[in-house]
């Protein structure tokens, strides 16, 4: 896969589900970040977790860490249907530009 | 709370012509980054700047562009002469520190090259 290619490229569910996103890079990593961008707007950090990390957590939102696998997953439980977006994951090593990954386009059905 | 703000939110400019893209970043921040996302594709990093220079850049922000910090608030993205493919969405970001922590985006010019 390429460098941040998240899985899947598109997702809907149900309101009150969990979704779960995945991230996979090829490098190694200073830390991993996602962000959400709702449509034709900005982009909004969300979580960043580091590479010596292997689970964060900030309010509905879990991500988790496999250097390993060189993969990332992010899951909102609880859905809402303002959570409906574009979600990216985001890496950095050794310097402070954000490489992102294809996204996944998250739709919530109330 | 603090943002990140881009200015205009939407241009559009003829083909050849020059364009300035602008930005306020946060203010206590000392990192700025342009990043473009062209439609329906991902984001793409063009430049970081620190300390009143480059400090890295991408085989997108190729001689066409440049960047300036005239003043202490504004960061500004310079294209001298546009081509359709440059048609894209123009983020300003800026961190506090680097090393990859929490960027800020601005909302974002949706520039259009006709």
């Known amino acids: 896969s390429q460098q941040g290619e998240e899985d899947p490229q598109a997702l809907s569910i149900q309101e009150g589900e969990n979704a779960t996103m995945n991230c996979s890079y090829k490098t190694s990593i200073n830390n991993l970040q996602w962000y959400r961008q709702n449509s034709g707007r900005g982009l909004v950090h969300l979580i960043l977790i580091r590479s010596n990390e292997r689970e964060k957590h900030s309010g509905r939102l879990r991500v988790t860490l496999d250097t390993s696998k060189k993969s990332s997953s992010l899951l909102i439980t609880a859905s809402r249907a303002a959570d409906t977006a574009s979600y990216f994951c985001?890496?950095?090593?050794?310097?402070?530009?954000?490489?992102f990954g294809t996204g996944t386009r998250l739709t919530i059905i109330p | 709370e603090p943002e990140v703000t881009q200015t205009p939110s939407h241009q559009v400019t003829q083909m050849g012509q020059e364009v300035i893209l602008r930005c306020v970043p946060i203010s206590n921040h000392l990192y700025f980054y342009w990043y473009r996302q062209i439609l329906g594709q991902k984001v793409e990093f063009l430049v970081s700047?620190?300390?009143?220079?480059?400090?890295?850049k991408s085989e997108i922000f190729d001689d066409q562009f440049s960047v300036e910090r005239p003043d202490g608030s504004n960061f500004t993205l310079k294209i001298r002469s546009t081509k359709l493919e440059d048609s894209a969405m123009y983020f300003c970001?800026?961190?506090?520190?680097?090393?990859?922590?929490?960027?800020?985006f601005g909302q974002g010019t949706r520039l259009t090259v006709v």
């Open positions: 985001a890496e950095t090593f050794g310097n402070e530009k954000l490489t």
């Open positions: 700047f620190y300390n009143n220079e480059i400090s890295e």
């Open positions: 970001a800026s961190s506090a520190w680097t090393g990859g922590t929490e960027a800020f």
